[in-house]
C-alpha cells in the first residue's frame, strides 16, 4: 500500500467517524467537529494551532484559530459530544461487558494561564504540578482486544461549578447507565470502594460494581 493510499483510506475513515459522531449536529458543526478530528491526528497534538495548520485554509491563520476557537467556546457543545460518543457506543455494552472506570489526571508542566489550573498529582511520574483531573471510561468485553471509548471528561476543583471527585465519578456512571439500560459491570480503579459511590450507584440501577 503506498503511503497515498493509506492516507486517503485514513482520512475516509476519520470522515466516516466524525459523520456518525456529528449525526445530530447542524451541518457548521459537523463541518467543525470533521476538522477537529482531522487535525488532531493529522499533528498529533490538540494544540488549536496545529489544528488550524493543518487545514490550510487560504486565509490568515490567525482566522483560522479563531473560527474553531468559537466553535469550541459554544456552551453546551461538550456534553452533546459526550452523549453522542456514548449512543455510538453503547450497543457494543451487553451484560458481562466491563465499564473500566479510571479517575486519572492530566498534567500541564508549562502552563501559566489556563482556566481554572488546579494542583494535581502525576500519577506517572509521583510528582506534584499544575493540570487537571479526568474521568475515562471505557468499555471491553473479557477475552478481547477491541476497546470502546465510552466516556471522557476534564474538571478541576478550582472551578466555581466542581462539587468533588465523588460527584464527577457519579456522573460518569449516571450518564452511561442511563443510555445502556444499567448493562454492564463497572470496574473502577481507586475510590470506587466509597459508600456514597456504591450507594447511589445502586439507586440508578448499577446492577455490578467492583473495586480494584
Known amino acids: 500500500m503506498t503511503l497515498s493510499h493509506f492516507a486517503g483510506k485514513l482520512r475516509d475513515r476519520i470522515f466516516d467517524f466524525s459523520g456518525k459522531l456529528s449525526k445530530n449536529f447542524s451541518k457548521p458543526e459537523k463541518r467543525f467537529i470533521h476538522e477537529m478530528i482531522y ?12 489544528t488550524a495548520r493543518s ?3 487560504n486565509i490568515l491563520l490567525k482566522k483560522t484559530i479563531e473560527r474553531l476557537s468559537n466553535r469550541l467556546d459554544r456552551k453546551g457543545l461538550a456534553e452533546e459530544i ?20 479510571d479517575p486519572t489526571d492530566i498534567t500541564k508542566p508549562y502552563a501559566e494561564k489556563m482556566e ?30 477491541d476497546v470502546v471509548p465510552m466516556y471522557q471528561s476534564l474538571y478541576s476543583q478550582n472551578a466555581p461549578e466542581f462539587e468533588s471527585e465523588n460527584a464527577e465519578i457519579l ?34 440501577g448499577v446492577k455490578s460494581l467492583y473495586c480494584i
Open 171 to 204: 456522573k460518569a456512571v449516571n450518564t452511561i447507565s442511563a443510555s445502556t439500560g444499567g448493562a454492564g459491570i463497572w470496574v473502577i480503579d481507586r475510590g470506587g470502594d466509597r459508600f456514597k459511590i456504591w450507594f447511589f450507584s445502586n439507586l440508578v
Open 39 to 50: 487535525g488532531i491526528q493529522a499533528r498529533q497534538s490538540v494544540r488549536l494551532s496545529e
Open 82 to 101: 459526550t452523549q453522542s460518543v456514548i449512543r455510538s457506543g453503547k450497543n457494543r455494552v451487553k451484560k458481562d461487558t466491563l465499564l473500566i472506570l
Open 55 to 57: 487545514l490550510n485554509e
Open 116 to 145: 481554572y489550573l488546579a494542583t494535581v498529582r502525576d500519577a506517572s511520574n509521583k510528582t506534584i504540578g499544575n493540570g487537571y483531573w479526568m474521568i475515562e471510561v471505557i468499555a471491553a468485553d473479557t477475552g478481547s482486544r
